[in-house]
């Protein structure tokens, strides 16, 4: 049956890899609180991957994995700089504000949903001019794939990060769809991460596969010095954690997190090479992960969503005009399914004006 | 093989039932955030099992499920009295101090496990006579089954609520061991919660089955005005949330909570009675639920630990002497596997003293 | 002697009548925390003054009466609306956030100090539309005067409180310098405040002459049920409150408050009027207050300070360009300040550009 | 006219060098926020009076002052050890709370409003013991005049502070009655603060002749990193400082605060001693500052309430019995008034029985 779903890669079920883990730990008493096996494996496992010596936290949600993060670099009287579209500073509920005890989220533009090292120059010399009447420079947060479906290189994550630490700053992934970024890239994992001066990466893993899955990776051990106990307060540390662990395992063994990610992008770049060529249809970002933004008519969206197609309108990013949508494929996504959209755009456009 | 592990029902596996669940739930793409089939079918079971109106929220922890519940009753300023050995009081990590924005946790006596209305009568008048300079009454929370393993009939209950409502306090129970309680009872579920006054409950389901699924329950709708919010702004909602309503639908329906329960009771009963027949053993609570509070000579103690069995040793409460242990039952212990920690206790008992 | 400070308001001493009002106070025992005659009859005079039932909280300090207010309007997942230069967003080290417990502070854009009722409709829309995920719209708060110098007038406010309120939002007023805005207006403090749609008053007293003495006000008694709790925990709740109080009363009483903020005015429209007519100096926004922004060469800059004038350089609003001061005046500047510094900048404008 | 108000220290006027100060003050324009001499001068002299270099923050209750103080010392997930009827436990609405963002306030026993050091032991055995699940002690508190009017000595600082530091805490006092404390044991300011182990201290002024001042002092610069961003953030930084930092000025030097504490020391010991005379009364502490607990018959209570007396009946500590009633002495109180009361306590005591 024909998939119609294009609204987001978190309505999907989870990878058949990932239930299969979950099954497989289910044997045996084993210690709580992560005192078990799956959860030792996990962290030698991520180091393995990351190829660097790090501590791994799994957590459930995303959001939790963020504003645990962030609340460990930062200090209630902190500001956090991110892009203004960023999770953190739209879809959360206030989430970081809650978790370090009400820091100021700063959103910083970029039309491409990228920031640039100049643009921490105006709000830092501003706090620093200001002194204690303003929230002190805390943690920069960059997402990865950003929320517009772009790519951050390697380099332009290291020349944020060293603007961010040579400023005292702690430097934060948002590694919701991490994998996706590196399937565009062809880089290694530690490429995008640490080499390039993250120090704290919420790594995601259930838009990709798993039934609820992220991780905390800290690369430096003294940062995350307060984490467990803030996990424990939020009620994020689960008591049978070898169910969070093992589905982490399947995650990154054998590398499905990658091929998984590199279907979805494969997805969304058929899905936006071929709308491209349709008239009154242009993309408004570049397609770098497995998010596709396109412009396209009024009556052809109408048109689409009578077909019984998903997705969401979404507001236009600075220069951009006319109607727009989100399209999301993910590791599920059916080639077919891509193609029955694609048919019916084509449709869609092609019709006669209404009158 | 047998299982030696009697340290807590949270070192247990899932029940099968549950795994079985979560891989039914793995198909085809669903609306996020608990707009699916699942997530609305949990509420009509749970009104059914209930037998009421009511509003049920998954969440993943036990910590959650309460710091969550008593925000929505208690403002910053004000105070949630509950029993000194409760979990919310000692083993959260100030996971209610947290979600409340710092409200008090204020902790009654009781020897076994239960307070009693007329001990609500001081710190209710001091809070009045100091006004402003107090935090404000705001919340009773009860623990059913108790943290020593006894259980509080409805009737307990309801003189308590009473004494609660009446000066103002909403009134939530710690579930966590709900299903133990109520097959302990032998009462209705509605029983011992709503029809005794109980406003929200946070019923729990991974000591006794889940892989990881709690639920708050709010028998007053307006009381859940801002729970939504809450769990949002946390990251106690799942983005698949229909695997955490999978797990909760299949234990509750066809009464996997109470026969599962049952059993854990069973073997707690089991190892109980027939520990109480050694000499220099004796119980230190009366067990209703599945966990044996036991004091026990220190050499005895030293024995089981020797053969390899686990457990904690225990502080006393008010009146009891002598080095104590807890034993904790679940769903999946084996006769067999209680069988062989009294043979060890009879052997330790029965063993000449060690020069 | 010459005063050469024009840097802000609160350099300033205080006026007499306010030391003379607390040495009055200082006889013999009174009830502590605001259970004194000096307190009850602020009361009475704000009603008077305002023309309405109120109540009326002293507090010392203008981010303690803001973050107050406004953590009486908004839950710790509520959304607070305002000028993106107000006080409570830029200059109160995330006051609003510690005391809402993590609300957030949204900035809307005004090239004059001002917003207007059409700006809530794109974030209200977007907070409808992403439901959960988002904070939810609380409050609108308003500075009067604004942080620019300008005014809004009852109309504005009126359209914008209208707006507010047919949103749920309730309003708030940081009145930091309402004496002055009404000393321009020349309305009644009622008219600029409750019949203008304002819920919650911040009214300012320390930079018009108080030592230290700001109230928070509520038009609606229903809003301020939390008020007293949080004020106490938050450590503003003053023992010996008759000093507060009278403070409060000898600002309010004989119309003190109006005087010294017409004369602030009446400076800085002076100082405002001439330096306008010097050559290559001109007015970045109206003067409707005691705050002359003004643009002028980098050159007179340097030599005013040369001479021992302070100020504050000035980031430029939207739309303005070159080098930007703030001069702000008081109750106590004198003409003869006012003059020496248009003299000097008089002879700075016409000197010989440096080599 | 007779003073017959004997509830609490802080419902007196001022000392006259306190107003004094402040009108002293009222010159001029000076820098805002703690940039002007007068709290230059503070500075100096508190290290003068307290002989080693310190940092000393100007706050306005002390509320604040423990709350701000406290935060300094311990994370959101902390644990705050003091005895059970400290002002921080008690009386602050949850003010400790507030500014930790949530930390715990754990209260110990001690018939005499003292703590020893053993009493950490179980506590923070627990704490070792239950890791992540438990908050992390973080704080010693000592109230120095205690909550019962007795007075730690400088080797009892010492040897809590010395369990303290042995485990990791910060220690913290709360000297709102310092300078009765002072008095009392005749030693320099110094013994009992820092040389005794003191971290942090909150020094009280405002129930001992000023009309709001308390101050912060932190011994090691290092643990004062957060503090003046917590008190802006707070709402509780001063823009006219001069006025706040005037009355410490006034209070700290030519002895004003240990003189006016000797006072009021003297005019308790004339109270305690006197009543003690009589028959059926007894001194339920030894008074050691300014705060008399004594039990009396229930008829003598009501005499002395009906002839217009003032004071609050109490809470009898461990072990006593009887009803209790506690009278404070201050500095401005007369001996003609101590004399009154206790003529009227011996007209009462000598009453016939009411039939």
Same mark, same amino acid.
């Given at each position: ?9 978190? !309505? ?6 990932? !239930? ?11 210690? %709580? ?35 645990? *993060? ?8 902190? *500001? ?7 999770? !953190? ?48 420079? =805390?943690?920069? %947060? ?14 332009? !994550? ?16 948002? &590694? ?27 790594? &995601? ?20 010095? %307060? ?27 054998? &590398?499905?997190?990658?091929?998984? =990610? ?55 990013? =600075? ?37």
């Amino acid at each position: 049956m024909t998939n119609k779903s294009f609204g987001s890669d978190n !309505i999907t079920p989870a990878a058949p890899e990932i !239930i299969a883990a979950i099954a497989a730990a289910n044997t045996g008493s084993l210690h %709580s609180y992560g005192d078990d096996p799956y959860t030792a494996r996990l962290t030698d496992l991520a180091r393995d991957v990351f190829e660097t010596d790090l501590t791994i936290y799994p957590v459930t949600t995303g959001t939790a994995a963020n504003a645990l *993060a962030l609340a460990t670099l930062t200090p209630p009287y902190g *500001a956090v700089y991110c892009h203004e579209t960023a999770h !953190i500073a739209t879809d959360e509920c206030g989430a970081p504000e809650f978790y370090t005890a009400g820091a100021k989220i700063v959103g910083l533009p970029g039309a491409d949903g990228k920031i640039r090292p100049a643009q921490l120059d105006v709000p830092l010399r501003r706090a620093a001019n200001m002194g204690v009447h303003h929230v002190r420079p =805390a943690a920069l %947060s960059l997402t990865q794939a950003t929320e517009w479906g772009t790519v951050y290189t390697p380099s332009e !994550i290291r020349a944020l990060s060293d603007a961010a630490h040579a400023n005292g700053l702690g430097v934060h992934m948002d &590694g919701s769809r991490l994998a996706n970024a590196i399937a565009h890239l062809g880089c290694t994992p530690a490429e995008t991460t640490w080499k390039a001066g993250i120090d704290v990466l919420s790594l &995601g893993a259930t838009k990709n596969g798993a039934i609820a899955a992220e991780a905390v990776l800290f690369f430096d051990a003294a940062r995350a010095e %307060s984490f467990e106990s803030r996990r424990k307060r939020a009620g994020h540390l689960w008591s049978k954690m070898r169910f969070l662990s093992a589905q982490l395992i399947a995650y990154l063994e054998h &590398g499905l997190w990658l091929r998984n =990610a590199a279907h979805a992008n494969a997805m969304a770049t058929r899905l936006a090479d071929r709308l491209a060529t349709l008239p009154g249809v242009h993309l408004v970002q570049p397609v770098q992960a497995n998010e596709v933004f396109v412009a396209l008519p009024d009556a052809t969206i109408d048109a689409l969503l009578q077909d019984g197609f998903e997705f969401y309108r979404w507001p236009a990013p =600075a220069g951009a005009t006319g109607p727009l949508i989100r399209l999301v494929t993910s590791f599920c996504t059916d080639p077919a399914d891509v193609d029955a959209l694609l048919a019916a755009a084509k449709r869609a456009v092609n019709a006669p004006n209404p009158p």
